[in-house]
């Protein structure tokens, strides 16, 4: 199983960046998937997630209208466009992938890419 992030870097304040995660292993397809992001000293929190078929998503209060979370299933390959960047969108940003298992799901992790946004 491998999810692999890439697109971060360092951006100045209300510019925007294109993070993907390219994920192979797994059913792709069938799987919710999430960004989370991790600040220096701060607990890991959920950023945007996207349903197995792209249906649906949903965005934690801080990004909306500024992320948007897509996905495409034939590439198997996972988006956030990340818009009006801000100082405080600066985190090691992490895909998820929550795969149907028999007894629920079951989750893995991508490496992380760096965000960082100056003001």
């Known amino acids: 199983v491998q999810l692999v992030e890439s697109g971060g870097g360092l951006v100045q304040a209300g510019g925007s960046l294109r993070l993907s995660c390219a994920a192979s292993g797994i059913p792709f397809s069938i799987s919710t998937m999430d960004w989370y992001r991790q600040a220096p000293g701060k607990q890991r929190e959920l950023v945007a997630t996207?349903?197995?078929?792209?249906?649906?998503?949903n965005y934690a209060d801080s990004v909306k209208g500024r992320f948007t979370i897509s996905r495409d299933n034939a590439e198997n390959t996972m988006y956030l466009q990340m818009n009006s960047l801000k100082p405080e969108d600066t985190a090691v940003y992490y895909c998820?992938?929550?795969?149907?298992?028999?007894?629920?799901?079951?989750?893995?992790w991508g490496q992380g890419t760096q965000v960082t946004v100056s003001s």
């Open positions: 998820s992938a929550r795969v149907p298992v028999i007894t629920g799901s079951r989750n893995y």
């Open positions: 996207i349903t197995s078929g792209g249906r649906s998503t």
